[in-house]
């Protein structure tokens, strides 16, 4: 059983259990080495974000999954299964591709999770080896094209994307634009970072407490003013963005009316994302006002979140084609130990009976010994070069696995020493395999 | 061949309307390389069908009722691909395509035969004013399809609704910004053909009275935007609604006109 990944997440774990199994970065390698050491594992990759602590391992002799839940319940107190998963085989790989596209995230399609996923693998590559590499690797470009190829990752899929995402609908670029923030909480920082990223020329943050005001303001290059005093300032402002603790509607038509009038027709997006609300509703009658509440921004985030799950079919087509050949890459892997040893026993006899027959033929000038040397490799690379071909084709297609087991046992290979760094048969072969075997009765 | 390469155009401009259309039935981006090749082909076979025209005819395009609403279409579809190429917007493919379409499948039904064209002096005085006025035509075309678009797209915004108007529509900014621009333009293009129609008609003595009110009252109405734009300072809104209605109205009158009217061969 080569590829097995076991872990927990967000799916099965609430956040208080998620948050003492995550490793910090430091932790991986030391925690990875550590439990190859006590199951045999080969390989080993550790992803651990704030949704998810998973375990990448290519199994040993042994199956590695008892010491993956010792360890993750050691780290936890308490049994981790309860809470976890196990995918084995083609369905861990397929799990990864899933995880490295944003599928099994929070946020159907979110990007960030390629990152922590390239992280992690960069973190643990002195853990990780052949298998886990090309996995891995494979996962994040498989990732890449489902975002390019599908609309998996397209539109606003968060309330302050969404408020940005209405913004522009309106304005298009925000670059230059300038807006007020009308609060200083933790929703109004939020906010106040989304637009500056979008390069909003004049952000001004009013406060009742002018001091948190000042503070917030400092901390993105805006200006702080009194609470009383934004009104005077609505007039040049294109985004108002609400997010008061005010029990009540604090921006009124009276007050958008008199800007609306200032601003000569020009349109102004006022985003209310305070609950209760803190604009009044009569202000949305106001021509060129467009005024958006908490359940508009979330009418957005469905509609995209929609949008994204109607692509999961075409993801899902992808996902299974990229598993497919990344298991016929797997299976090619097994031929490659049986075909070394069996060009190694080739190469022995080709030695012994090149001897034997120099032997035979007494002192040789150089030049007829080299051709004699050559006839006998040239001859044994042709009989070899074909069987090589098929054999490697079988061997990756999966229909071959019981000639590598005919290899084995026709020219003595199967008890030939296994190195320790060598590939080993997926389980779809091994279970060939033992059909083969069953069906020939041998050995 | 010239029919041939006619509908090949109009089947590119439906077909990058189509295309244009694809991203509101089917969740992918807008096709902007596809929309432009598509248009871009269009406009080259009906460029060669109005080059064969006036190779075979030995008459610019612009005279007789086939020719000039083919060279209308595609004055049209040019001025779209332009805005479409600066812009990197392709919605508005999905108004102005099929309104270069209509009538280059006009002048493909009723064939094209040249009309009565002077030469000389007069007959690149009549070339100039009859391709001025085309460009405005166009221009204020594009200028109405704009506008349609920002009242759809305000209408969806202030009614909250996010479907795919929302997602794939320009911003409301950029639809107003090609208004602006497609009306002061449409009133240059305009302004000089009535120029060039007055001084033509003074100079020799001609006089069409259909087309005379007809283009009077398409100027005056791209005139009315125009300068309600740059002098008035009209609202988005109101722009867009008057260039919309206005470029109708220009169009239902030119129909009546033509309906009503004598000289079945001609423009107007």
């Given at each position: 059983m080569p590829v097995i990944v076991a872990g927990i997440s967000h799916r099965g774990a609430p956040v208080a259990i998620r948050e003492k199994i995550a490793y910090r970065p430091v932790e991986l390698v030391p925690t990875l080495a550590a439990l190859r050491d006590r199951s045999g594992a080969r390989e080993g990759v550790l992803l651990s974000t704030c949704n998810r602590t998973e375990l990448y391992l290519v199994e040993g002799?042994?199956?590695a999954l008892p010491f993956i839940w010792a360890e993750l319940s050691a780290r936890l107190g308490e049994e981790a299964s309860a809470y976890g998963y196990v995918r084995r085989d083609r369905e861990a790989v397929a799990h990864l591709f899933r995880v490295a596209a944003g599928l099994d995230s929070m946020i159907l399609g979110e990007a960030q999770i390629h990152g922590q996923v390239r992280d992690a693998w960069s973190a643990c590559r002195s853990q990780s080896g052949t298998v886990l590499n090309r996995l891995f690797q494979t996962s994040l470009q498989v990732a890449g094209r489902i975002r390019a190829d599908t609309a998996i990752a397209r539109g606003a899929a968060s309330v302050s994307t969404a408020a940005l995402q209405l913004a522009r609908q309106i304005?298009?670029?925000?670059?230059g634009r300038r807006a007020m923030v009308l609060g200083a909480g933790e929703m109004a920082e939020l906010a106040l970072e989304c637009l500056a990223a979008e390069g909003v020329r004049t952000a001004v943050v009013a406060n009742r407490t002018f001091e948190r005001a000042v503070a917030l303001a400092a901390r993105y290059g805006a200006t702080a003013m009194h609470y009383e005093q934004c009104w005077e300032q609505l007039a040049g402002v294109d985004v108002l963005l609400c997010s008061t603790a005010a029990p009540h509607p604090v921006v009124t038509a009276d007050h958008v009316r008199a800007a609306v009038e200032r601003r000569r027709h020009q349109p102004l997006c006022i985003l209310d994302i305070a609950m209760p609300r803190d604009v009044d509703p009569a202000v949305r009658q106001l021509e060129n006002v467009y005024l958006y509440d908490l359940d508009d921004l979330h009418a957005v985030v469905a509609t995209n979140l929609e949008r994204r799950r109607a692509e999961l079919p075409a993801v899902e087509t992808v996902i299974a084609a990229e598993v497919e050949r990344f298991w016929q890459w797997l299976a090619g892997l097994a031929a490659v130990p049986v075909l070394t040893r069996f060009r190694g026993e080739m190469e022995r006899v080709r030695q012994q009976e090149l001897q034997e027959a120099l032997h035979r033929l007494g002192a040789l000038p150089p030049e007829q010994r080299a051709v004699v040397e050559q006839l006998s490799r040239s001859l044994m690379n042709k009989f070899l070069h074909g069987p090589t071909v098929r054999l490697r084709a079988a061997a990756a297609n999966g229909r071959g696995l019981g000639v590598i087991d005919a290899l084995r046992y026709l020219f003595d290979l199967a008890d030939s020493p296994t190195r320790d760094d060598e590939p080993v048969l997926p389980p779809a072969a091994e279970a060939a395999r033992t059909t083969d075997d069953a069906q020939q009765g041998e050995p | 061949m010239i029919a041939i390469a006619h509908f090949i155009a109009i089947t590119c401009y439906i077909g990058a309307a189509a295309l244009a259309a694809v991203p509101f039935a089917r969740p992918v981006g807008a096709p902007v390389r596809g929309v432009v090749g598509l248009l871009g082909i269009g406009i080259a076979v009906h460029a060669l069908a109005l080059l064969t025209f006036a190779h075979r005819e030995g008459a610019v395009p612009l005279t007789g009722l086939g020719p000039s609403l083919s060279f209308a279409g595609f004055v049209l579809a040019v001025t779209l691909w332009i805005v479409e190429l600066i812009a990197h917007e392709v919605t508005l493919t999905l108004v102005a395509a099929p309104l270069a379409a209509l009538p280059t499948t006009f002048a493909n039904v009723i064939g094209l035969t040249p009309g009565h064209e002077p030469a000389g002096v007069r007959g690149l005085w009549l070339f100039a004013h009859i391709a001025l006025s085309f460009v405005g035509i166009a221009a204020f075309a594009t200028a109405a399809a704009a506008g349609t678009m920002y009242l759809v797209e305000r209408r969806e915004l202030r009614s909250r609704r996010f479907g795919p108007i929302f997602r794939f529509f320009p911003p409301l900014a950029t639809l107003d910004r090609v208004n602006h621009v497609a009306a002061i333009a449409g009133w240059l293009g305009l302004t000089l053909g009535i120029v060039l129609a007055a001084a033509y008609s003074i100079a020799y003595r001609e006089m069409n009275v259909l087309q005379l009110l007809w283009g009077t009252g398409a100027w005056l109405c791209v005139s009315a935007v125009a300068l309600g734009r740059v002098l008035g300072r009209w609202q988005a809104r109101r722009a867009a609604l008057y260039s919309s209605v206005s470029f109708v109205a220009v169009l239902v009158l030119y129909v009546a006109f033509r309906v009503a009217g004598p000289g079945a061969g001609n423009f107007l």
């Amino acid at each position: 059983m080569p590829v097995i990944v076991a872990g927990i997440s967000h799916r099965g774990a609430p956040v208080a259990i998620r948050e003492k199994i995550a490793y910090r970065p430091v932790e991986l390698v030391p925690t990875l080495a550590a439990l190859r050491d006590r199951s045999g594992a080969r390989e080993g990759v550790l992803l651990s974000t704030c949704n998810r602590t998973e375990l990448y391992l290519v199994e040993g002799a042994g199956d590695a999954l008892p010491f993956i839940w010792a360890e993750l319940s050691a780290r936890l107190g308490e049994e981790a299964s309860a809470y976890g998963y196990v995918r084995r085989d083609r369905e861990a790989v397929a799990h990864l591709f899933r995880v490295a596209a944003g599928l099994d995230s929070m946020i159907l399609g979110e990007a960030q999770i390629h990152g922590q996923v390239r992280d992690a693998w960069s973190a643990c590559r002195s853990q990780s080896g052949t298998v886990l590499n090309r996995l891995f690797q494979t996962s994040l470009q498989v990732a890449g094209r489902i975002r390019a190829d599908t609309a998996i990752a397209r539109g606003a899929a968060s309330v302050s994307t969404a408020a940005l995402q209405l913004a522009r609908q309106i304005f298009g670029s925000l670059t230059g634009r300038r807006a007020m923030v009308l609060g200083a909480g933790e929703m109004a920082e939020l906010a106040l970072e989304c637009l500056a990223a979008e390069g909003v020329r004049t952000a001004v943050v009013a406060n009742r407490t002018f001091e948190r005001a000042v503070a917030l303001a400092a901390r993105y290059g805006a200006t702080a003013m009194h609470y009383e005093q934004c009104w005077e300032q609505l007039a040049g402002v294109d985004v108002l963005l609400c997010s008061t603790a005010a029990p009540h509607p604090v921006v009124t038509a009276d007050h958008v009316r008199a800007a609306v009038e200032r601003r000569r027709h020009q349109p102004l997006c006022i985003l209310d994302i305070a609950m209760p609300r803190d604009v009044d509703p009569a202000v949305r009658q106001l021509e060129n006002v467009y005024l958006y509440d908490l359940d508009d921004l979330h009418a957005v985030v469905a509609t995209n979140l929609e949008r994204r799950r109607a692509e999961l079919p075409a993801v899902e087509t992808v996902i299974a084609a990229e598993v497919e050949r990344f298991w016929q890459w797997l299976a090619g892997l097994a031929a490659v130990p049986v075909l070394t040893r069996f060009r190694g026993e080739m190469e022995r006899v080709r030695q012994q009976e090149l001897q034997e027959a120099l032997h035979r033929l007494g002192a040789l000038p150089p030049e007829q010994r080299a051709v004699v040397e050559q006839l006998s490799r040239s001859l044994m690379n042709k009989f070899l070069h074909g069987p090589t071909v098929r054999l490697r084709a079988a061997a990756a297609n999966g229909r071959g696995l019981g000639v590598i087991d005919a290899l084995r046992y026709l020219f003595d290979l199967a008890d030939s020493p296994t190195r320790d760094d060598e590939p080993v048969l997926p389980p779809a072969a091994e279970a060939a395999r033992t059909t083969d075997d069953a069906q020939q009765g041998e050995p | 061949m010239i029919a041939i390469a006619h509908f090949i155009a109009i089947t590119c401009y439906i077909g990058a309307a189509a295309l244009a259309a694809v991203p509101f039935a089917r969740p992918v981006g807008a096709p902007v390389r596809g929309v432009v090749g598509l248009l871009g082909i269009g406009i080259a076979v009906h460029a060669l069908a109005l080059l064969t025209f006036a190779h075979r005819e030995g008459a610019v395009p612009l005279t007789g009722l086939g020719p000039s609403l083919s060279f209308a279409g595609f004055v049209l579809a040019v001025t779209l691909w332009i805005v479409e190429l600066i812009a990197h917007e392709v919605t508005l493919t999905l108004v102005a395509a099929p309104l270069a379409a209509l009538p280059t499948t006009f002048a493909n039904v009723i064939g094209l035969t040249p009309g009565h064209e002077p030469a000389g002096v007069r007959g690149l005085w009549l070339f100039a004013h009859i391709a001025l006025s085309f460009v405005g035509i166009a221009a204020f075309a594009t200028a109405a399809a704009a506008g349609t678009m920002y009242l759809v797209e305000r209408r969806e915004l202030r009614s909250r609704r996010f479907g795919p108007i929302f997602r794939f529509f320009p911003p409301l900014a950029t639809l107003d910004r090609v208004n602006h621009v497609a009306a002061i333009a449409g009133w240059l293009g305009l302004t000089l053909g009535i120029v060039l129609a007055a001084a033509y008609s003074i100079a020799y003595r001609e006089m069409n009275v259909l087309q005379l009110l007809w283009g009077t009252g398409a100027w005056l109405c791209v005139s009315a935007v125009a300068l309600g734009r740059v002098l008035g300072r009209w609202q988005a809104r109101r722009a867009a609604l008057y260039s919309s209605v206005s470029f109708v109205a220009v169009l239902v009158l030119y129909v009546a006109f033509r309906v009503a009217g004598p000289g079945a061969g001609n423009f107007l």
